[in-house]
């Protein structure tokens, strides 16, 4: 079958929620059988989003291959099968970099290098070099139509109607269908003129997603189907949902994928959705609950610990238990100390992050997870707080600190890799993507996996110094996963504790809801534990 491709863009405003919506019609579309790609593009100028501060652009989300990524490829991983690389994310950045490549090569020599068809025909390659070998590719548009950086993208999408033929090119358009409660009605202008600006630039939608807090009446489909020249039957209702993994039932029960199957003539299985049903059983009607607390400095933007909360649900589904998450800003930690702040608390997890800001609040919490007996995971920066914590307070090293936060540290537990010291640009350097690690026999890491090699992923400039890796074992701290090319440490764990155990990497980006990632599945289950103890 030729490659279809659905395109999907946003109105009105921001954060609608095209990423889950692209998510959600890939795992429909799976479950028909049909294999499908996922990809997204950024109208900003930066290369990738590595350099963003999380305030700017919440997650950056790593691939396997080392690709620092928008968070909407969280949701593609967690929603699809669909193999994500490199190739799943680009911006302008990367688009303008390439042409400008290619002129100063002489690729185009005689010629003016113009945003049509140059800029257009760079865009328009890299989506067919991801929708290789796939039924259908699904193509995410950023940012909303009317911004002035998405307009090359947005001519570029137009063109795929002429190149590829009408029956292969399928645009959705997901709106805003307000509702204003001071006059106890929904809204459809916005849409309407969402749509006209789609239309303006030769873009004709075939489905409108409508965002909605409740069900958009039949009557006031009919009227956005007139003027938004669509068929009825292609205004859907998106409406608020309790739990992100019920947006494919629900869109199921509108009839999106057979609107889709539809428009693009494909012939399919009829989907099975037994998996995604007993999943949204599991969030919506569990048999127990635990309180998490993520002790961070993003706190007031969770987005910038997307995958990391999502994981945490997912730990939840695998032990039927409601994951409640209780953010604490670490900072405060440093100003009015612990006090009361983990009373109920049932586990305490510190994640990645950089800089010294909020570090000894992190390593606070750390302590008194350790002296108090609760299970205590640490991710990436939240390994090396626990590292400093247990050098300072069980092996007496006051000084121990990170040469990130205090280069003149007597005792720098905590060290900039050798292959980072001589690295002087930013983007895309740091130690990147899937990496091996080899786990300790008789350890707490090696119980949960049920193996002795795993690969996960990373995204870090500093590590264990080694120069203190006796010293630090001699004190009691197991030492239990090790990369066997470099010999970098990369778990950390205490075997006289319920559960304490810290990693170098970022198991969040591999959990899925049909398949929790076994840390989180172990850690939920030791704070279940610990809960039912009480």
Not at 481 to 495: A, F, M, Q
Request: net charge negative; charged share 25%.
């Amino acid at each position: 079958m030729k490659t279809k491709f659905i395109f999907i863009t946003g109105g009105v405003v921001s954060s609608l929620g095209k990423g889950l919506a692209a998510a959600a019609i890939g795992a429909l579309l799976e479950a028909r059988g049909l294999r499908v790609s996922m990809q997204k593009m950024d109208p900003y100028i930066n290369v990738d989003p590595g350099t963003m501060s999380p305030f700017q652009h919440g997650e950056v989300f790593v691939t396997d291959d080392g690709a620092e990524t928008d968070l909407d490829l969280g949701h593609y991983e967690r929603f699809t099968s669909a193999s994500l690389t490199r190739k799943s994310n680009f911006t302008t950045g990367q688009v303008y970099d390439s042409v400008i490549r290619k002129e100063r090569r002489g690729d185009y020599l005689g010629g003016t290098v113009q945003v049509i068809p140059h800029i257009t025909n760079e865009i328009k390659s890299k989506i067919f070099e991801n929708a290789k070998g796939v039924d259908v590719a699904i193509v995410e548009v950023g940012g909303t139509v009317g911004d002035i950086e998405s307009l090359p993208f947005l001519e570029a999408i137009r063109q795929f109607r002429t190149d590829r033929g009408a029956e292969n090119v399928l645009y959705i358009h997901l709106t805003l269908v307000p509702y204003i409660s001071t006059a106890g009605e929904l809204k459809t202008k916005p849409t309407q003129h969402s749509v006209k600006e789609l239309r303006e630039i030769g873009i004709q939608p075939d489905i409108l997603l409508c965002r909605c807090d409740r069900e958009v009446p039949r009557d006031m489909k009919n009227k956005i189907a007139l003027f938004c020249n669509v068929r009825e039957e292609a205004v859907i209702t998106a409406r608020d949902v309790e739990t992100i993994y019920e947006v494919t039932i629900a869109y199921h029960e509108q009839g999106l994928d057979e609107r889709i199957i539809e428009f693009l003539n494909i012939w399919t299985k009829a989907p099975d959705l037994t998996a995604w049903h007993r999943i949204v059983k599991r969030v919506k009607e569990p048999a127990s609950e635990v309180t998490i607390a993520i002790v961070g400095k993003y706190v007031e933007l969770t987005e910038s610990y997307k995958s990391l909360s999502e994981a945490l649900i997912h730990g939840g589904i695998a032990n039927d238990c409601r994951v409640v998450l209780h953010y604490v800003d670490s900072e405060a930690i440093e100003r009015h100390g612990v006090g009361e702040t983990f009373d109920g608390v049932d586990g305490i997890l510190v994640p990645g992050g950089f800089g010294e800001r909020g570090s000894e609040g992190k390593i606070e919490s750390i302590r008194y997870a350790r002296e108090n007996n609760i299970p205590f995971f640490g991710i990436c920066l939240g390994m090396q707080m626990a590292v400093v914590e247990f050098a300072r307070h069980v092996c007496g090293l006051e000084d121990a600190n990170s040469t990130e936060f205090r280069e003149e540290a007597l005792n720098p537990v905590i060290h900039i890799m050798e292959v980072q010291k001589k690295v002087t640009r930013k983007g895309g350097t740091m130690r990147l993507g899937a990496y091996d690690c080899a786990l300790e026999e008789s350890t707490l890491a090696r119980r949960i996996y049920g193996k002795p090699m795993i690969s996960e992923r990373h995204r870090h400039r500093y590590e264990f110094n080694n120069t203190y890796r006796d010293q630090l074992r001699e004190g009691g701290l197991g030492l239990s996963g090790v990369n066997p090319g470099t010999d970098l440490i990369e778990i950390v764990e205490l075997s006289d504790h319920p559960w304490f155990l810290a990693c170098q990497f970022h198991p969040e980006f591999r959990s899925r809801p049909m398949d929790p990632h076994p840390l989180f599945e172990s850690f939920i289950g030791a704070c279940l534990k610990q809960r039912e103890a009480l």
